[in-house]
């Protein structure tokens, strides 16, 4: 008895902790072909010998990693490399890479024993972000020398963006409950390259019955075995029980190789409990799984609408009431201090930068509200901060914190917090642009309690039909209760008894995210990483629910170029 209860447990705890939200899917992931042209000749009989070398950056220590490395390409400046980079994409991620360059002159794998012939910086979100997904920069790093260009594609792996739907039915599934049948389930999990497994899918219980048939799932292939069809997937069949404590019934293993031939034969899975089978020589099975039906679908995703040349638009409204304190005093949210950015830049600063990425021409509008303006002392909710009515955009994020530094000279903080303008002004943008070709971010930065709620309510719920996603970010000690009402995780936002049909509001309080340590390049890599992270979903919910496709990318470019020799390093 001692023993089934050991059993049990071990059975149950890999079942009860399960949340599929956070069931951490692998990213996207993204190959980078890498080409150069005129690179500098350092052989003095024939051409360069070019390999490249990635580096990838730590969020937290900023040092270089080396990430791989090309082939060797013989005799040529101007070198397609065959060997890619395969990299993880998040778009929340500030992910910088460093290429270098080098003329191999040995076998050594040692770089210093090689001439140097330049380097380039980027992020992998400057890349996707390009048109085409294709960007080309000089490279530098030899001081007075025209070092050649570097041109790099990104490319989205296919089986990233496969969704499978399927169905089962089981028969004869052991009885484990003393009055009536069994209730059961199933646990799906996908191995890991170490041998674990982690759980990626768990059915719906059917009640009372030994001949269970589960609804269809639909699941991410990425989910169910991350890309490799042959890799084991492990299915575990539990009879439920209301306290928990789930009995194991039996399990089978296949892949997504065998799912994907289908209902058939070979899709009949004899469900075995192994502790059953030692103890008893008849036994046989607990039961058989049948496969009833399997489909697979290649979803669209955030990369494929980036690629076909979708831009994202970026636009910052910055809260000038009163309750920030005067903006001379050390104790203002708004206090320029010389040696730190305040609270306001902070945040802006980290969304911008990575936002940027994905609009080609970086300009951005940017708005404040809740001040005195002059000459006259009108209260406004939607100035340009650069004092251009026209035209309210400014260069880059270094161009918006300038505006906003010197409209601090020039405004008066004044009240109240309204932010239904500034959420309608992006609409108005937004409602003009419908076809997918382009996608608004507002970043509003606040400190604290908001005076035009139904207002805004509405505005929201309306924002929520158009091409746009809302973020706030709640700076200094106030109440932030009705930021969090308005993100609407927890319960959709509704204006006059109308729901608002995505949630497209993302909400954090800058305070969570102040490290102790002073550090606040992490600090700041963390609160862009959880007001982005929910963008893509955002934006790919608005395609769908307007049956918008991508468009196709442009060709692939292959440069003029020559047929090169290879040898490996």
């Not at 023993?3 to 059975?11: F, I, N, P």
């Not at 490395?69 to 994409?89: A, C, S, W």
């Not at 041109?151 to 052991?174: P, V, W, Y």
């Not at 927890?490 to 309080?509: M, N, T």
Request: aromatic share 10%; hydrophobic share 35%.
């Amino acid at each position: 008895m001692e023993g089934d209860v050991m059993d049990k447990l071990e059975d149950m705890s890999s079942v009860y902790e399960f949340d599929p939200i956070t069931g951490n899917i692998p990213a996207t992931k993204v190959e980078i072909t890498v080409s150069c042209r005129n690179l500098l000749d350092k052989d003095t009989f024939s051409k360069s010998d070019p390999l490249c070398v990635l580096y990838t950056q730590g969020v937290e220590t900023k040092q270089w990693r080396e990430f791989g490395r090309t082939e060797v390409i013989d005799n040529t400046l101007n070198p397609d490399f065959v060997r890619k980079y395969i990299l993880d994409y998040f778009f929340e991620e500030k992910q910088n890479l460093r290429f270098d360059l080098y003329d191999v002159d040995s076998k050594s794998p040692d770089l210093s024993k090689h001439d140097f012939l330049g380097q380039m910086f980027c992020t992998l979100g400057e890349i996707v972000g390009s048109s085409a997904s294709r960007l080309e920069k000089p490279l530098g790093g030899i001081p007075g020398k025209k070092c050649g260009t570097i041109i790099l594609s990104a490319e989205e792996l296919g089986n990233c963006r496969d969704s499978a739907t399927m169905q089962f039915c089981a028969n004869k599934l052991d009885k484990k409950d003393f009055f009536g049948k069994s209730d059961p389930f199933m646990v799906f999990y996908r191995s890991n390259e170490d041998g674990t497994f982690t759980i990626c899918h768990k059915t719906e219980v059917v009640k009372n019955t030994l001949n269970p048939v589960w609804q269809s799932f639909t699941i991410p292939v990425r989910a169910l075995c991350n890309g490799d069809y042959d890799r084991t997937i492990k299915v575990e069949v539990y009879d439920w029980d209301r306290d928990g404590s789930h009995d194991f019934i039996g399990e089978f293993t296949t892949s997504y190789r065998e799912l994907a031939r289908g209902q058939s034969q070979f899709n009949v899975y004899e469900v075995i409990n192994s502790k059953k089978k030692m103890k008893k020589k008849k036994y046989v099975n607990s039961g058989t799984v049948t496969l009833l039906s399997f489909s697979v679908e290649s979803e669209c995703t955030f990369l494929d609408y980036i690629k076909g040349g979708t831009q994202i638009n970026f636009t910052v409204a910055i809260d000038f009431t009163a309750s920030n304190g005067n903006p001379s005093q050390s104790t203002s949210l708004h206090y320029m201090n010389p040696y730190q950015l305040n609270a306001y830049a902070m945040a802006l600063k980290a969304v911008g930068e990575i936002i940027q990425d994905y609009d080609s021409d970086k300009m951005f509008p940017a708005l404040g509200f809740g001040a005195k303006l002059p000459p006259d002392g009108r209260v406004s909710h939607e100035f340009p901060l650069n004092g251009n009515m026209e035209n309210p955009y400014c260069n880059g994020i270094e161009g918006i914190l300038e505006a906003y530094h010197q409209s601090l000279k020039t405004v008066q903080l004044y009240g109240p917090t309204n932010f239904a303008p500034v959420v309608n002004h992006v609409a108005r943008y937004a409602a003009a642009v419908q076809d997918g070709s382009q996608y608004f971010v507002l970043l509003i930065i606040t400190d604290g309690v908001i005076s035009d709620m139904a207002q805004t309510k509405e505005a929201i719920v309306n924002g929520a039909k158009l091409p746009m996603s809302i973020i706030i970010v709640g700076v200094g000690q106030a109440e932030f209760d009705a930021m969090v009402e308005l993100d609407g995780d927890d319960i959709r936002i509704s204006s006059r008894g109308k729901l608002a049909e995505r949630d497209i509001v993302q909400f954090v309080p800058f305070r969570d995210y102040m490290d102790r340590t002073g550090n606040h390049v992490l600090s700041m890599a963390r609160l862009a990483k959880d007001v982005l992270a929910e963008i893509p979903d955002q934006f790919i919910s608005y395609m769908k629910s307007r049956g918008i496709k991508p468009n196709p990318a442009p060709p692939p470019y292959t440069p003029p170029g020559h047929t090169h020799h290879h040898t490996q390093i």
